[in-house]
DNA sequence: TTTTTAAGTAAACAAACGTTTACTTACTTA
DNA sequence: TAAGTAAGTAAACGTTTGTTTACTTAAAAA
């Protein structure tokens, strides 16, 4: 049997990410795909379903699976609150700088009503994205060492400003002066933090 | 001359929102509007160019506009930090809780190189959105009452928790018990601005 | 009341859409 | 080395897309 051939694979991620992030999600069709990955239409339908197949697997997987990943690196939930802050901030922000293409197709995620349902079936059929994360916060609301606040709460203080921060980064990238630098990045994780706890 | 129907055209812009809300911006077409709105797909070409067109003053005069009225209402630049902040924050709130098939849109623009491209241009054709609250900011900030960030990373800072918790709000709206209340509102206000303080 | 004119419609246009059919290619395994 | 088989292709399927053409309607102005 011929094996499938994982370049052609990766080119129709790579290339569907690209579509999305440069000309929109409402711009990628399977045809423009197919034809900029030279490759022929059908042979996305070996590897996906169908186009909401493929754009939902490259939501779940490529992006917030491999952005999870990201983020958890080098974190535990025993850390002490401000070190974990600090470490996911710090991952977040170095694996989106190089990522551009995945921070767009995130943010058409919270939008999309396709690719948020989604993100619900995928949370309760394998398990919650960010599970670790869930824990941490609880722990800390738990041992009054921040707010008591539910979950999604913490997540909106926490998370919410340095997603918006990344973007301003992606902004200023082709710009004489970068304003969003890691410096700039840990003073505003710092006065999260400070806003945060009890 | 007969005179242009008004009914039709706010129609239009109602339904639009509505499919863009519920079935997203990538499953808008010209002719699903016309159909929904009982209209020609021509009437939607007397009153806009096209379909960018349509998308682009939806986003921009219907969605922002109408938010950038909301939020400034009854607010003042040379109100003092906290009090400037807790106003828009609850203006925010309000209007929002009322108006999701706006919030839809907006968080669209934050994704779609289409409506992003448009808001950039209006800023620099017709003066910047928002430009109070931008004065606002940079008064408290070289008054030393706010840390001296750029402008964009105090926006960051202090309205995106906000629109990430008016996005939970929504999730809870069709459970048994509502988390974000208008109380759960303000105290993250506070907790934002107790961490943006000098 | 009649004329004028833009608003509005029904139907259609070519182009592009998601997807499939019919066929060829290339690698495994027997 | 030959047979078997899934991967992959080129071309096309019927639909839907954004937009336009040709025509009708309705209200303001004469």
Sequence with gaps: MRPKDLE??????????KII????LENLSMQKLAKEANISPRTIYIK???KEDLLIKLFIDEVLGTYE??????????????????????NTFRYFKSNRQAYVLMQYGKSSPLLNKAFKERNIK????F?????????????RIIKNFPNEVHRALIFSPLLDLINEYFEYKDRPKQIITEKVILECCE???KGIKL
């Design 8 to 17: 052609k694979e990766e080119a129709i991620r790579a290339i569907a990410l």
């Design 21 to 24: 992030a440069e000309e929109g």
């Design 69 to 90: 990943k990201a983020v958890l690196e080098g974190f535990d939930e025993a850390m002490d609150f401000e070190t974990g802050v600090r470490k996911m901030w710090l």
């Design 126 to 129: 394998e398990g919650q994205f």
């Design 48 to 50: 996906y379903e169908n």
């Design 131 to 143: 599970a670790p994360v869930h824990r941490f916060l609880k722990q800390n609301a738990k041992a």
């Design 191 to 193: 006065a999260i933090i």
